[in-house]
């Protein structure tokens, strides 16, 4: 098994700029175009990534792999490495049971596999973000991303652990981002809209940027959300505790408009997100 030939399971935008950190460091850095459309060609080939043409011959050339995908297709991803031998490292928003199933996939074709949950924007400089590991084998996954903007941490040997911390830490950021977009909902549909705002710019002056900002990141990413927010409710719910948070979270995403190509000229407003909210239909 050569360490040096990496897989990325898909080049998303995360994804793309976690192999471009690899490609970076003079490592060989494969994906896999088929059924992938233009923009992840295009963010590939940018990344310094080769193209092996499917998953299976993926595979069988790369010692380990990556997946780095929306958290609803993780699982499936994790199928389509069927018969890879080497390392594979799940880094997607899934919880610590969803890990380790996917361990249980991978393990039973003849992979080792490490857990993995990462923190931040995509690396482009350091302190952009954190890679978090856990598993028998994770600090050989670290030793990958020496020197690179992505600083990998290796916490421990059990699979689940770089999952729950991923989901603590989004339970907070993307669950309040909802909360808060819900809060401007409701004081709209109560006609106190304006009277909430201007108590917040006397006791909580940054929530009127920050329900902007929410709405922002929302429609940009928020249809990715809506799993991510399932799978924290079902770690809350393993852990005994209650999981309505998180269900309500996904449900505010569901309902939210998804810009396909964010840019200044058609990000969508705070006031369209409300009315989204407000007319009570999933719009996926």
Request: aromatic share 6%; with cysteine; charged share 20%.
């Given at each position: 098994m050569d360490k040096t030939l990496i897989g990325v399971l898909h080049p998303g935008e995360m994804g793309a700029a976690v192999g471009g950190c690899l490609a970076g460091?003079?490592?060989?850095?494969?994906?896999?175009?088929?059924?992938?459309?233009?923009?992840?060609?295009?963010?590939?080939?940018?990344?310094?990534?080769?193209?092996?043409?499917?998953?299976?011959?993926?595979?069988?050339?790369?010692?380990?792999?990556?997946?780095?995908?929306p958290p609803h297709a993780a699982l499936e991803v994790a199928r389509s490495a069927a018969?890879?031998?080497?390392?594979?490292?799940?880094?997607?928003?899934v919880s610590p049971e969803t890990a380790r199933e996917i361990g249980r996939v991978v393990e039973a074709g003849g992979a080792s596999y490490v857990d993995?949950?990462?923190?931040?924007?995509?690396?482009?400089?350091?302190?952009?973000?954190?890679?978090?590991?856990?598993?028998?084998?994770?600090?050989?996954?670290?030793?990958?991303?020496?020197?690179?903007?992505?600083e990998a941490r290796v916490i421990g040997d059990q699979a689940g652990a770089a999952s729950a911390v991923k989901m603590a830490y989004a339970a907070w950021t993307k669950g309040t981002a909802a909360l808060i977009l819900a809060i401007r909902a409701l004081a709209r549909a109560?006609?106190?809209?304006?009277?909430?705002?201007?108590?917040?710019?006397?006791?909580?002056?940054?929530?009127?940027?920050?329900?902007?900002?929410?709405?922002?990141?929302?429609?940009?990413?928020?249809?990715?959300?809506?799993?991510?927010?399932e799978e924290i409710a079902a770690t809350m719910a393993a852990a005994g505790l209650p999981p309505g948070f998180h269900q309500a979270a996904a449900a505010i995403y569901t309902r939210v408009p998804h810009v396909t190509t964010p840019?200044?000229?058609?990000?969508?407003?705070?006031?369209?997100?409300?009315?989204?909210l407000l007319a009570d239909q999933p719009v996926r």
């Open positions: 460091r003079g490592l060989t850095v494969l994906w896999a175009s088929a059924g992938r459309g233009p923009a992840t060609t295009a963010r590939a080939e940018a990344a310094g990534m080769r193209d092996a043409g499917t998953a299976g011959e993926m595979s069988e050339r790369s010692g380990v792999i990556l997946s780095v995908c018969g890879f031998r080497g390392i594979y490292v799940d880094a997607n928003a993995g949950g990462i923190i931040g924007a995509p690396p482009r400089s350091p302190e952009d973000s954190r890679l978090y590991l856990s598993g028998q084998r994770a600090g050989e996954v670290a030793e990958l991303f020496a020197g690179t903007a992505l109560e006609g106190v809209e304006e009277t909430l705002l201007t108590e917040w710019q006397q006791s909580q002056p940054t929530l009127t940027a920050r329900s902007h900002t929410a709405a922002r990141s929302a429609t940009e990413k928020g249809w990715r959300w809506v799993a991510e927010m840019s200044p000229a058609n990000e969508l407003s705070l006031k369209t997100v409300i009315d989204a």
